[in-house]
């Protein structure tokens, strides 16, 4: 599970060493109007801010991972055992019914490490 966390963020170690990783996803179907994207990425970045929060309360240090690969994360979604074969084959093929969920957004809780730069 670790491994397959860090993969899906671009091999950051931070997705993979944390306590949790999660990955925020949102239907992408049946939109009524073109501003649901800018809607499902609100919804998110206030999910990740309530994490934050309630990261910050129960002693844990939390962050956002703004880099992380689309495709992976849908097959782990789909398909764990074989989540691997979508970091070289999905991208080549559109099928609207794998598409119909994407993720927006990775966040991953751990012990707080303070930056000193």
Not at 35 to 57: D, P, W
Request: aromatic share 12%; with cysteine; net charge negative.
């Amino acid at each position: 599970v670790r491994q397959a966390a860090q993969i899906s963020a671009c091999g950051q170690e931070i997705a993979g060493d944390g306590v949790l990783a999660a990955a925020f996803f949102a239907r992408f179907d049946n939109w009524t109007h073109p501003r649901r994207y800018r809607e499902s990425l609100t919804e998110a970045g206030v999910l990740g801010h309530i994490l934050y929060l309630a990261a910050h309360v129960a002693g844990f240090g939390a962050t956002g991972i703004g880099c992380f690969m689309d495709d992976f994360t849908i097959g782990l979604l789909r398909d764990p055992a074989n989540a691997e074969h979508e970091l070289s084959s999905a991208a080549r093929s559109f099928d609207p019914q794998k598409m119909r969920y994407q993720p927006l957004y990775h966040f991953s809780l751990g012990s707080p490490d303070v930056d000193t730069r």
